[in-house]
């Protein structure tokens, strides 16, 4: 599963950040154990029909199971809130009732007789799905766990789709088919779905019979010959387009709604030669199931879901061609996704406890596609913003990445889980080496295909192929928590001819790290490496050096996970920006030099920054330079950016880099990119047209109007503020109430807030800050607050400046008194 992110740069937490029960710490002595295996799932063959008006799937369902390994003479299911009509045993063609207890969580079945482990036997029973009068809650990570949605099922929602779907990570396939719902189960399935014809069907494995029914309904039959667990299942309903591409030979489909039919292949046309790539490169493992589909969910609770063969998204990733221009943002979730249908689904964490052998290996995959496809700036870009969302939240370095102690199971899905563990892995490829690495992969893989992983069958596979005791990494890393924090200084003696690099372990409490670390020596262009360890909680390396080194660079390729602080000079960052050359040695000079700009050497480097080959590292330095008295140089390459530069991004910062300077002078070269194809540049432009001529921007806006997304929108939505007034209150309230996502009302809030800044009607201030409010206290778990309230701070300026001109002082007064009291 892809956790949904906050995608703007101030959201360093994931969604997933989990909040434990209040004060509730009796989950500290419970020890999470993997579910026991009293029977085993073999096949589960269900029938389904759904009542659109009710909201109500009618099933009947056909399990399958054996005792693991005891005899037994009784069964526990997993169905959550289901009506059961019948329950029976199915024998000699003949089924016989069963006696059962229905707790409304499980159902607690007397068999007919005892069974050996290993023999067979078939369970029917006849039941009704009622998800929406489930008595369930959902998470930070998984915002709903009632299993089956109906989405606008009756058609009374304009412009959205009538669709079902299921989601079932992590134990919430059981509100709509009665199993085991333990991811250390597998089973194989068949799924017939009655559906009204006009809506195409998706589930898991291929589709083997379709047949027309009188009544205006049509039920297709798909069937998983391969077992993966119940967790897995899925089924999606819709009115779907279906493009089609293929892998080897197996059908690679993308189910979207027919306004992306045209666009489908540029949002998930990578994906065969994604499939290419994990098999061939990092696996070893040819794509395991019989085909890969993807399928677009409205209103769908997370961000993305592997079930097997048949991963769904979240409409997000449902992007146009204006926005894909900028950039196919959601194609690491893609990658992420298909990667589990390897690590996740061919082989299963055993335990939610476990679920780093699932996500971890599915957030390196995102830096492996990047590396890949992109070159090792965007991977290393990847790992290194990564590296930052865990650290992001100072509460996830006190968690183990494997946690046999939680509050809820989907607590685990969170940033050490997801980032921390794939900067884990990362570091246990470069110390295995690529070679050793990827085979070891693959032994795993192998090894314990269609059943269950866990971090010591990882290590034990790593063991076998490199031949090197790994307890020491996986204690360190995988059983334990935190991660070191260094201090980092050099010295030289000239007259010994040495260089010397000391490192402090300065983190809180005993702890002391183990660390292979890469030290590169730099005389010129010319680069040294040694790799020495860290053992104690200070360390001092000696290299001999026949004169100064211009630069020495700790973690030569970045890919240490730890906080640094370091003493190097300007002239050494420079050196290290021209000669390290990485993408965070580049980023590390960058922002030195931010902080030093004033320096000359300091700003030629970040002009030199305005030519970096990495498009991200561009943008940053245009965000450091820009200024409103820019020297000529500086301006003429900022105005070449923002006209040529190959990537749309990069145009749009360099646009706000020009529109710092207030120069009228560029107001032609604006006019002509608000009409760019490009959602960033057209958005910029506008913000830069507004703040030279409100009334130019203002008669932009019929044509703008008609299209805008993400940047754009954000850019049109300020400019419609210009024209509203206190009578447009009820407008302008409801449209901010009716926003929808976190990323959107985060992004709405401000021209909001603009807004109110005109509003002098007190209880209509009132109102609109309170329902500001209500939303920063939302989102105060992501850190982002202090943004909020600084949006506040710079509109209740605006009330001051306006007070001189106002009829009515005193109603203003007593709304900047209900801003202080607001933002105590």
Known sequence: MKQLLLALSLFVSLVSLAQPAAQDTTWKKQYRAFAPKVNDLVHTKLEAKFDYAKQYMYGKVWLTLKPHFYATDSLQLDAKGLTINKLEIVKAGRNTALQFTNTKEYLIIKLDKPYKGGETYTIYIDYISKPNELEVKGSAAISDAKGLYFINPLGEEKNKPTQIWTQGETESNSAWVPTIDKPNQKTTTEFCLTVPAKYVTLSNGRLVSQIKNTDGTRTDCWKMELPHAPYLMFMGIGDFAIVKDSY???????????????????????????????????????????????????????????????????????????????????????????FHQWFGDYVTAE??????????FADYSEYLWQEYKYGKDAALEDNYSQMLRYMGNPDDAKKDLVRYYYADKEDVFDNVSYPKGGRILNMLRHYLGDSAFFKSLNVYLTTYKFGNGNPDKLRLAMEQVSGRDLHWFFNQWYFGSGHPKVEISYAYDAAAQKASVFIKQTQAGDKIFKLPIDIDIYHGATKTRSTVWMENKTDTFTFSAATKPDLINVDGDKYLLWEKKESKTLAEYIHQYKYASNFVDRREAIDFATKNKKDPAAFALLKDGLKDPYFKLRNRSLLQVSDKNLDATTLTIIEKMATNDPNRTVRSYAIDALAKTEKKEYLPLYLKAVMDSSYSVAGAALDAIAGLDEEKAISLLP?????????????????????????????????YKQVKGLQEQFNASFNFIDYLAKVTTTDNFK??????????????????????????????????????????????????????????
Not at 276 to 282: D, G, I, L, N, R
Not at 352 to 358: A, E, G, L, M, R
Not at 704 to 715: E, Q
């Open 248 to 338: 080897k030979g197996k059908e690679v489909s993308y189910y979207v709604e027919k306004e992306y039919e045209k666009v489908a292949r540029k949002i998930f046309g990578l994906t065969p030669e994604m499939i290419k790539f994990f098999s061939e490169k990092v696996t070893g493992v040819d794509f395991p199931w019989n085909k890969y589909a993807q399928i677009v969910g409205r209103d769908y609770v997370s961000g993305a879901m592997e079930n097997t063969t048949s991963t769904l998204h979240g409409e997000g990733v449902q992007q146009n061609a204006r926005e894909l221009v900028d950039g196919n943002g959601w194609e690491g979730t893609i990658a992420h996704e298909l």
């Open 351 to 360: 335990s939610w406890s476990n679920i780093t052998v699932n996500e971890s």
């Open 703 to 735: 044509t703008l109007l008609k299209d805008n997304k993400g940047r754009l929108k954000s850019s049109v939505d300020a400019v419609v503020v210009l024209t509203k007034g206190d009578k447009d209150f009820d407008e302008m309230f409801g449209n």
């Open 767 to 824: 109102k609109g800050i309170d329902e500001v409010i209500a939303f920063r206290e939302k989102v105060a778990q992501y850190g982002v607050a202090p943004q909020i309230n600084n949006a506040i701070q710079d509109m209740a300026k605006k009330k001051e400046a306006y007070k001189a001109k106002a009829q009515d002082a005193a109603a203003i007064d007593i709304q900047l008194a209900y801003i202080k009291e607001k933002l105590k």
